[in-house]
């Protein structure tokens, strides 16, 4: 079975653009969270949905925002990039709200 | 808020023992323990609720002890497999989702 899928895997971008950043869950999950992880760190949590609703949100600005489709993949979105922003964004699937979380390899964004 | 993880590092050899605890100041509704290899996304190796109930691997045992708000990850006769970034994950509430992770903690296990 293949597991979550992102893309893009590596972007480069420039302050102030935009990105969009891709997920596919595993099958069958119908969950999707969203986190960013910074060099050394540990991954924070930016959004969670459930069937397609907006279940969470962590303290991010509202330059961050998401969006889940009905075939339960998701998008996040960045606007006015920040250099602050260059992170691996981890894309999580789970069968539940709060079950184990299944994550993929990451997108990870050098904002110049 | 963030979960804060002893010790920041250790390494071992091969076959000891280790203990990675993980310490919040809120009260905790669950606790998962994720491991990342350098390059690689984190995989799931436990959760503990609530409760008492637990889930996760066979080789890898945890503590959840809810009154003190802590949780304690067990690895027993370690392998080189084992090394990587342990992290842990505390959940406040039920049915919100949202893990608040703690910075980690670096495991080297060496021949």
């Known amino acids: 079975d293949a597991g979550v899928t992102q893309s893009p895997t590596h972007l480069i971008k420039t302050r102030g653009q935009q990105v969009t950043l891709r997920c596919s869950p595993i099958?069958?999950?119908?969950?999707v969270s969203w986190y960013q992880q910074v060099l050394g760190q540990g991954p924070q949590f930016i959004f969670q949905?459930?069937?397609?609703?907006?279940?969470g949100r962590g303290n991010f600005p509202d330059r961050f925002s998401a969006r889940q489709f009905p075939n339960y993949s998701s998008e996040l979105n960045v606007n006015a990039l920040l250099l602050g922003d260059s992170a691996l964004y981890l894309c999580a699937s789970s069968l539940v709200v709060e079950g184990e979380l299944f994550f993929g390899e990451g997108s990870r964004l050098t904002v110049l | 808020q963030q979960p804060v993880q002893s010790p920041q590092a250790v390494i071992l050899r091969e076959g000891e023992d280790a203990v990675i605890n993980c310490s919040s100041s809120k009260a905790l509704y669950s606790v998962h323990w994720y491991r990342q290899k350098h390059g690689e996304a984190p995989v799931f190796l436990m959760i503990l609720l609530k409760g008492g109930e637990q889930k996760g691997h066979d080789k890898i045992s945890a503590s959840f002890n809810e009154k003190k708000q802590q949780s304690s990850l067990y690895l027993t006769a370690s392998q080189l497999s084992y090394s990587g970034t342990y992290f842990c994950g505390t959940e406040n509430s039920s049915n919100t989702g949202k893990l608040i992770f703690g910075q980690g903690t670096t495991l080297q296990v060496k021949p």
């Open positions: 099958s069958g999950h119908k969950s």
């Open positions: 949905y459930y069937e397609k609703e907006e279940r």
